[in-house]
T-cell receptor
Framework: DAKTTQPNSMESNEEEPVHLPCNHSTISGTDYIHWYRQLPSQGPEYVIHGLTSNVNNRMASLAIAEDRKSSTLILHRATLRDAAVYYCILRSAAGNNRKLIWGLGTSLAVNP | DTGVSQDPRHKITKRGQNVTFRCDPISEHNRLYWYRQTLGQGPEFLTYFQNEAQLEKSRLLSDRFSAERPKGSFSTLEIQRTEQGDSAMYLC?????????????FGAGTRLSVL
């Protein structure tokens, strides 16, 4: 699986939008971009995924650059419950891809 | 939908003892994964089952570790002769499909402390 690069930490204020960046310059054409988050003392939780087009769901939006070498997870109005570590992961649609390969993620702090 | 369930949530053991963890996946999911996570790190893949077949094992899974998934339902992860380095959070996940759209649903984990 191709590698992703994320900032170690970010900070936001409650009720403001948050943009979490991810660089994946070695992404291949069949790689999906997935985001998970992990709240303190809990297991990881799926947030969103996309291939080429921007995606929206009830939790967040995913903006994918035209060349697909970077993406941004957007939380439209941060709440205190959004404080977590956010992981950007690439998953190949080809072959017997099974496991998720995790980096260190971005630790998001939300200020009241 | 009860989600992925792991038992126990916490386990404290003495070095050299054997421990066993259980994972109950989401009922219609045929794929099951075990990961290990140490403080400040992302999860590391340990092993993968499709139904009852163990199809992939990480080099992290030494011969002291064994995982089973009888009948393709729940799974157990056993660690024999525990060492202090085994102290970690053990996470279980399940999914209904593979490939690029594979979404894995995680349990809350079992935190192991080896004294």
């Amino acid at each position: 699986d191709a590698k992703t690069t994320q900032p170690n930490s970010m900070e936001s204020n409650e009720e403001e939008p948050v943009h979490l960046p991810c660089n994946h310059s070695t992404i291949s054409g069949t790689d999906y971009i997935h985001w998970y988050r992990q709240l303190p003392s809990q297991g990881p939780e799926y947030v969103i995924h996309g291939l080429t087009s921007n995606v929206n769901n009830r939790m967040a939006s995913l903006a994918i650059a035209e060349d697909r070498k970077s993406s941004t997870l957007i939380l439209h109005r941060a709440t205190l419950r959004d404080a977590a570590v956010y992981y950007c992961i690439l998953r190949s649609a080809a072959g017997n891809n099974r496991k998720l390969i995790w980096g260190l993620g971005t630790s998001l702090a939300v200020n009241p | 939908d009860t989600g992925v369930s792991q038992d126990p949530r916490h386990k404290i053991t003495k070095r050299g003892q054997n421990v066993t963890f259980r994972c109950d996946p989401i009922s219609e999911h045929n794929r099951l994964y075990w990961y290990r996570q140490t403080l400040g790190q992302g999860p590391e893949f340990l092993t993968y089952f499709q139904n009852e077949a163990q199809l992939e094992k990480s080099r992290l899974l030494s011969d002291r570790f064994s995982a089973e998934r009888p009948k393709g339902s729940f799974s157990t992860l056993e660690i024999q002769r525990t060492e202090q380095g085994d102290s970690a959070m053990y996470l279980c996940a399940s999914s209904s499909r593979g490939g690029g759209k594979n979404i894995q649903y995680f349990g809350a984990g079992t935190r192991l402390s080896v004294l």
